[in-house]
């Protein structure tokens, strides 16, 4: 099925609202967010690739702030193992719905557990695979680390966690000129300048991004022994981490 293309930003506003995953933003997800985060679908394959390496038997794969599950289907494919299931977080209401539709639009594979909650209210057991797609910059900073420990301690030993963000850079040079090429980026997927600028408005004190070094800093002191970068384009990353 082809993805409604994201228009949401293209004329003027008086005035440019908090980001929302609302049923706008539902509506258009998947083209918005392919169109704004260089090297996404990469990081989806290679989701599967880190699930089959880390899946075991009998366990759970969670993914928290799935959004319209992609992260939720690239585990299914490298998870199927016996008695292995897939737990789908969020807590937007048109998401979890769309989702929905889509997990019953597959036939068999590994099961799905669809929960509409905030993650931080949701308990993380028997994990062999965690992922935070892009999710854990909207959770207040203050309560990021209580989080990852959280998931630390829900994941079997040698279990790990896939977290994918928008970083900040201390060097401010650096910042300018990975800022200018992401936003190249997106005028040559079809955004305009004013679509470029009203969603940066749009998730301003919304979305809150840290330095790689401070993702890494903190997934220590969550518990993690073994913190690896294994992806970067521009200010996205995935780090990988686990037991």
């Not at 319209?68 to 008695?83: D, E, I, V, W």
């Not at 639009?105 to 909650?117: F, L, Y």
């Not at 060097?171 to 990975?178: G, V």
Request: glycine letters at 6%.
């Amino acid at each position: 099925m082809t993805a409604a293309k994201d228009l949401i930003y293209s004329h003027p506003r008086e005035a440019v609202d908090p980001f929302r995953f609302d049923e706008a933003v539902t509506e258009v997800f998947q083209d918005m967010i392919e169109r704004s985060v260089p090297g996404y679908g990469t990081t989806l394959e290679m989701i599967s690739l880190v699930a089959r390496k880390f899946a075991r038997p009998f366990t759970r794969g969670y993914d928290l702030g799935s959004s319209l599950g992609a992260s939720t289907f690239a585990m299914r494919q490298g998870m199927n193992l016996n008695g292995c299931s897939v737990v789908a977080v969020d807590n937007s209401e048109p998401m979890m719905a769309r989702l929905a539709e889509l997990v019953a639009a597959t036939e068999g594979g590994v099961p799905v557990q669809m929960i509409c909650d905030d993650i931080r209210n949701v308990a993380i057991d028997n994990a062999s695979l965690v992922t935070l797609n892009f999710t854990l910059q909207f959770i207040p900073p203050q309560e990021r680390l209580s989080l990852l420990t959280h998931i630390h301690d829900g994941l079997v030993d040698g279990g790990a966690l896939v977290l994918s963000e928008k970083i900040v850079f201390p060097n401010s040079h650096e910042q300018d000129l990975q800022t200018e090429l992401h936003h190249a980026f997106k005028g040559a997927n079809g955004y305009s300048a004013l679509e470029i600028a009203q969603k940066r408005t749009s998730l301003e004190n919304v979305l809150v991004p840290d330095t790689l070094e401070q993702h890494q800093q903190r997934l220590r002191e969550a518990g993690f022994k073994h913190v690896y970068l294994w992806f970067q384009c521009f200010s996205f990353v995935s780090i990988v981490a686990h037991k």
